[in-house]
């Protein structure tokens, strides 16, 4: 199997856990009745209207590397992936991003109104903590506590949101002052590197894997979150929205500061060709298990030709 279609395949089996779980909600668990139809209409519509699933895919296949079988690690990755579909809910709102367009379709507050996006994404970010609480998810009451604790940190204020708030507080309260490039590396290694590392290490936490082991996948999830964050910043300055499925140039438009607006294309370019390279080597202690997660490295760096 290509690395191609086993991404597909990941993606096809977290869109059906994913449907599965959120149809669940649509009866409260202590018999008060089923949820309004036009909010669970919302959810779903912010988490099976497409994606590529890279974040379930890191989880599966981390665990892979300790033997777990996909239906062993996919209730952890549909988790995680309802963090990030109400990340996104909540982005594309007009006091956050304001955009339209989400994964080619309308974005949720576009389809919907504001308010049942919020609604939305409300919905998705407990969904998953009720999910990761499940004996389904693994058997074990510590690693379902360990699961927990580690996605609460990295979407919480020291993780996912505390990086958005960094964005935009730099954007709308700091307009005008330079950023530097440490200062945007951190604010990335919150916004968007903190979900990825959580995703490639949450396979050994599901796997029992050992300190070293988990630092290896925590720094793998690191350089792949850089990464990935400048290889979208590559995309919004040279790709087009019907390629990308959402706005371009959004940035350069408000005057945001981002890598490359302060190194240039070629420079960022050779930065995340440095971190594929740090992601590769993170994998080291894996050896050739790890092949499909090194692939993983090279899909995130060259997603922007």
Same mark, same amino acid.
């Given at each position: 199997?290509?690395?191609?279609?086993?991404?597909?395949?990941?993606?096809?089996?977290?869109?059906?856990?994913?449907?599965?779980?959120?149809?669940?909600?649509?009866?409260?668990?202590?018999?008060?009745?089923?949820?309004?139809?036009?909010?669970?209409?919302?959810?779903?519509?912010?988490?099976?209207?497409?994606?590529?699933?890279?974040?379930?895919?890191?989880?599966?296949?981390?665990?892979?590397?300790?033997?777990?079988?996909?239906?062993?690690?996919?209730?952890?990755?549909?988790?995680?992936?309802?963090?990030?579909?109400?990340?996104?809910?909540?982005?594309?709102?007009?006091?956050?991003?304001?955009?339209?367009?989400?994964?080619?379709?309308?974005?949720?507050?576009?389809?919907?109104?504001?308010?049942? *996006? =919020? #609604?939305?994404?409300?919905? +998705?970010? &407990?969904? @998953?903590?009720?999910?990761? /609480? %499940?004996?389904?998810?693994?058997?074990?009451?510590?690693?379902?506590?360990?699961?927990?604790?580690?996605?609460?940190?990295?979407?919480?204020?020291?993780?996912?949101?505390?990086?958005?708030?960094?964005?935009?507080?730099?954007?709308?309260?700091?307009?005008?002052?330079?950023?530097?490039?440490? *200062? =945007? #590396?951190?604010?990335?290694? +919150?916004? &968007?590197? @903190?979900?990825?590392?959580? /995703? %490639?290490?949450?396979?050994?936490?599901?796997?029992?894997?050992?300190?070293?082991?988990?630092?290896?996948?925590?720094?793998?999830?690191?350089?792949?979150?850089?990464?990935?964050?400048?290889?979208?910043?590559?995309?919004?300055?040279?790709?087009?929205?019907?390629?990308?499925?959402?706005?371009?140039?959004?940035?350069?438009?408000?005057?945001?500061? &981002?890598?490359?607006?302060?190194?240039?294309? %070629?420079?960022?370019?050779?930065?995340?060709?440095?971190?594929?390279?740090?992601?590769?080597?993170?994998?080291?202690?894996?050896?050739?298990?790890?092949?499909?997660?090194?692939?993983?490295?090279?899909?995130?760096?060259?997603?922007?030709?």
């Amino acid at each position: 199997m290509t690395f191609a279609q086993r991404l597909d395949l990941i993606a096809g089996l977290t869109a059906g856990r994913l449907r599965a779980l959120a149809g669940s909600t649509t009866q409260h668990s202590g018999g008060a009745g089923a949820a309004p139809q036009r909010l669970l209409d919302a959810v779903q519509h912010a988490t099976l209207g497409g994606g590529k699933r890279f974040r379930p895919f890191l989880v599966l296949e981390s665990a892979a590397l300790f033997g777990l079988s996909h239906a062993q690690a996919l209730d952890t990755a549909a988790a995680l992936e309802c963090i990030h579909c109400y990340s996104l809910a909540h982005d594309d709102l007009p006091a956050m991003d304001n955009d339209r367009v989400r994964r080619g379709q309308p974005s949720v507050w576009v389809a919907f109104d504001e308010w049942t *996006a =919020i #609604l939305a994404g409300d919905a +998705l970010l &407990t969904l @998953a903590f009720e999910i990761l /609480a %499940a004996p389904e998810t693994h058997p074990d009451p510590g690693t379902r506590l360990a699961l927990i604790t580690g996605l609460a940190k990295a979407a919480g204020a020291a993780g996912m949101v505390g990086g958005q708030a960094l964005d935009l507080g730099a954007e709308r309260l700091s307009a005008g002052v330079p950023q530097t490039v440490d *200062a =945007i #590396l951190h604010m990335q290694s +919150l916004k &968007t590197g @903190a979900l990825i590392r959580f /995703a %490639a290490e949450a396979g050994g936490i599901l796997g029992g894997a050992s300190p070293e082991q988990r630092a290896a996948l925590s720094a793998y999830g690191h350089h792949i979150g850089v990464a990935f964050q400048i290889a979208d910043d590559l995309l919004d300055a040279e790709g087009d929205a019907e390629t990308v499925g959402k706005a371009v140039s959004k940035d350069a438009e408000a005057g945001k500061a &981002t890598l490359v607006s302060l190194l240039g294309i %070629a420079q960022a370019r050779a930065e995340l060709m440095r971190t594929e390279q740090a992601a590769v080597d993170a994998l080291a202690p894996f050896g050739a298990r790890a092949a499909t997660l090194i692939e993983a490295a090279r899909f995130v760096a060259r997603r922007d030709r």
